[in-house]
Nanobody
Framework: QVQLVESGGGLVQAGDSLRLSCAASGLAFSQTTLTWFRQVPGKEREFVGGITWDGLRTDYGDSVKGRFTVSRDNAKNTVYLQMNSLKPEDTAVYYC???????????????????WGRGTQVTVSS
């Protein structure tokens, strides 16, 4: 059974940095593309950024390009989301998700992801 556990969220001020972690188990981690999404109440879950199974390619949503960085450590079965220059509009619950099937690319389409963590809250005050 795949388990994804996000951590690292919290309350920060605008301009601060935060690093989220997603620890994975029960899957072939080194063959799996992982992606971060975020959601605020009343809105659809939004693509943030992801990294391919081999770590060679990353893709980001337009609202976070240049500020957020996704990385992974296959030895620790963990994917990270480094968030810099945080803005109040980055406030959301952040989720990590596994792309269905091995060796897939990063996609912004939620339907292509089959396992999700419970999320971690990030709140950015102005």
């Amino acid at each position: 059974q795949v388990q994804l556990v996000e951590s690292g969220g919290g309350l920060v001020q605008a301009g601060d940095s935060l690093r989220l972690s997603c620890a994975a188990s029960g899957l072939a981690f080194s063959q799996t593309t992982l992606t971060w999404f975020r959601q605020v109440p009343g809105k659809e879950r939004e693509f943030v950024g992801g990294i391919t199974w081999d770590g060679l390619r990353t893709d980001y949503g337009d609202s976070v390009k240049g500020r957020f960085t996704v990385s992974r450590d296959n030895a620790k079965n963990t994917v990270y989301l480094q968030m810099n220059s945080l803005k109040p509009e980055d406030t959301a619950v952040y989720y990590c998700a596994t792309r269905r099937g091995p060796f897939g690319g990063v996609s912004l389409y939620r339907a292509l992801y089959d396992s999700w963590g419970r999320g971690t809250q990030v709140t950015v005050s102005s």
